[in-house]
């Protein structure tokens, strides 16, 4: 079976820091990933995806970036982290092809004070 | 560009029946899933519609109308268990095959 796992489930951080989020799929190979933020209250936001290794795409313009270094590792990564950046941190990954579901990590929870 | 609607919040009572609706508006639609998410964890997987109609799954089932880029979930029965928001998500082939999800419906069930 196919286990999803991020890390760490919660930070604090000042304004300014650097952030590196982990995301880790076991259990499949070639795997479609997905960052995800959910500000407190609202819907989900995709932020980056990745179809293979070193492959990203970019949803929204902002100081995060993503990198996939290995075929089931995502990495979301800032220089200088904002107090808009505070929210809740969702990895998610899917089958390629026409595969239907998302599968969501258990998150990370960061504040940026 | 895409936008999805769904109610900010609703209320229930234990046993009853409740429908969460989800409009729509797409270039490229291709499948539409419901999750839920329990407060401070990650959503899971409830539901998919690709064709118009019914599909049960349990107490929950899912209704879709494409011609009507509308979409209900349906959950019957409803225990304290079910409180949580309720995610309508649509994917769209003209976005990378990538899920656009709404805002989310905060369902509280009360005894």
């Known amino acids: 079976s196919q286990t999803i796992h991020q890390w760490p489930a919660t930070l604090v951080q000042p304004v300014g820091s650097p952030l590196s989020l982990e995301c880790t799929v076991e259990g499949t190979s070639n795997p479609n990933l997905y960052w995800y933020r959910q500000a407190a209250g609202r819907g989900l936001q995709l932020l980056f995806y990745?179809?293979?290794?070193?492959?990203i795409s970019s949803e929204v313009p902002q100081n995060l970036s993503a990198s996939r270094p290995q075929d089931r590792q995502f990495i979301l990564s800032s220089k200088k982290l904002l107090l808009s950046d505070s929210g809740f941190y969702l990895c998610?990954?899917?089958?390629?092809?026409?595969?239907?579901?998302?599968?969501f990590g258990p998150g990370t929870r960061l504040t940026v004070l | 560009g895409q936008n999805i609607d769904q109610p900010t919040e609703m209320t229930a009572t234990e046993g009853a029946i409740v429908q969460i609706n989800c409009t729509y508006q797409t270039s490229g639609f291709n499948g539409l899933f419901w999750y839920q998410q329990h407060a401070g964890e990650a959503p899971t997987f409830l539901s998919y519609n690709v064709l118009d109609g019914l599909e049960e799954k349990g107490r929950f089932s899912s209704f879709l109308s494409r011609s009507k880029g509308y979409s209900y979930l349906l959950l019957k029965e409803l225990q304290m268990k079910d409180s949580a928001s309720y995610l309508c998500?649509?994917?769209?082939?003209?976005?990378?095959?990538?899920?656009?999800f709404g805002p989310g419906t905060r369902l509280s069930v009360l005894p």
């Open positions: 998500a649509v994917r769209d082939v003209n976005y990378g095959q990538n899920f656009v």
């Open positions: 990745s179809v293979g290794i070193g492959q």
């Open positions: 998610a990954w899917r089958r390629g092809g026409n595969y239907n579901e998302q599968f």
